[in-house]
């Protein structure tokens, strides 16, 4: 177990939901024009990842599940000009047809951006964020728990944690940046979807009962908005 320091990159993602009907007809504006011109007139971001929300079929969820877009910036100077890769001439036409969809059809949109905090040493060989499913566990808490409350779980939860499900192959964890209220994130990657399923079931294993109870007392006592959701990819560039 590591901080990071120079790795992994920071982070913006855009979260959205899409109105079902119009779906496929978004995807395919965004995943064969809009993203593939941002990539390629933006020295800013390094690759592209996008994610659904895993695991809704037959559901009510399915009428309201998140996407991903995941933005890997080429490292604090990337940050830094975040902004500028939806500012450039060039991609003024397809911005304004993207919000042209945010108005219609796209919901719960937000854009926000990260620099890393922690990375466990379990790591996979093919960088940060391939292809693989994860469990994006979400977490705001007041300012007086806050800092308390990271380091043990950095220090003491996650590395029992992450010894006791042997299905995860990454962990990473990101704190927002320039936001009035501070979010972190943990990925916990998974090598495909079976395997992250299983994760759940060890998760809950008896033996991690007191673990778990230990987390509950300590996040409850300054929560103010916690989230998991579990995510596939279905778009990557490059690679």
Same mark, same amino acid.
Not at 96 to 125: A, C, G, M, V
Not at 205 to 222: C, L, M
């Given at each position: 177990?590591?901080?990071?320091?120079?790795?992994?990159?920071?982070?913006?993602i855009?979260?959205?939901?899409v109105?079902?009907?119009?779906e496929?007809?978004?995807?395919?504006?965004?995943?064969?024009?809009?993203?593939?011109?941002?990539?390629?007139?933006?020295?800013?971001?390094?690759?592209?990842?996008?994610?659904?929300?895993?695991?809704i079929?037959?559901?009510?969820?399915?009428?309201?599940? !998140?996407?991903l877009? &995941?933005? $890997?910036?080429?490292?604090?100077?990337?940050?830094?000009?975040? =902004?500028?890769?939806?500012? #450039?001439?060039?991609?003024?036409?397809?911005?304004?047809?993207?919000?042209?969809w945010?108005?219609?059809?796209?919901?719960?949109?937000?854009?926000?951006?990260?620099?890393?905090?922690?990375?466990?040493q379990?790591?996979?060989?093919?960088?940060?964020?391939?292809s693989r499913?994860?469990?994006?566990?979400?977490?705001?808490?007041?300012?007086?728990?806050?800092?308390?409350?990271?380091?043990?779980?950095?220090?003491?939860?996650?590395?029992l !944690?992450?010894?006791? &499900?042997? $299905?995860?192959?990454?962990?990473?964890?990101?704190?927002?940046? =320039?936001?009035?209220?501070? #979010?972190?994130?943990?990925f916990?990657?998974?090598?495909?979807?079976?395997?992250?399923m299983?994760?759940?079931?060890?998760?809950?294993?008896?033996?991690?009962?007191?673990?778990n109870?230990?987390?509950?007392?300590?996040?409850?006592?300054g929560?103010?908005?916690?989230d998991?959701?579990?995510?596939?990819?279905?778009?990557?560039?490059?690679?």
């Amino acid at each position: 177990m590591s901080r990071v320091e120079s790795e992994p990159n920071p982070i913006m993602i855009v979260a959205m939901g899409v109105a079902p009907e119009k779906e496929g007809e978004f995807n395919e504006f965004y995943h064969h024009r809009f993203l593939p011109a941002i990539l390629a007139s933006s020295e800013e971001v390094a690759s592209i990842r996008r994610y659904e929300e895993l695991n809704i079929s037959g559901t009510l969820r399915w009428y309201t599940k !998140q996407f991903l877009t &995941i933005y $890997e910036l080429a490292g604090e100077d990337g940050l830094a000009r975040a =902004d500028k890769i939806f500012a #450039r001439p060039g991609m003024k036409d397809l911005v304004t047809e993207f919000q042209t969809w945010k108005r219609n059809d796209l919901r719960n949109f937000s854009r926000i951006s990260y620099r890393p905090r922690y990375e466990h040493q379990r790591r996979t060989l093919d960088g940060h964020f391939g292809s693989r499913p994860f469990i994006l566990w979400t977490l705001e808490m007041t300012p007086e728990a806050d800092s308390a409350f990271q380091e043990w779980y950095e220090t003491t939860y996650l590395p029992l !944690q992450v010894a006791d &499900i042997p $299905e995860w192959c990454a962990l990473r964890r990101y704190t927002s940046v =320039d936001s009035e209220q501070v #979010r972190h994130l943990t990925f916990f990657e998974a090598g495909d979807e079976s395997s992250l399923m299983r994760s759940f079931d060890n998760l809950r294993a008896r033996h991690r009962i007191a673990q778990n109870r230990e987390w509950k007392k300590r996040v409850e006592s300054g929560l103010v908005f916690h989230d998991a959701t579990s995510f596939r990819c279905i778009y990557r560039r490059p690679g």
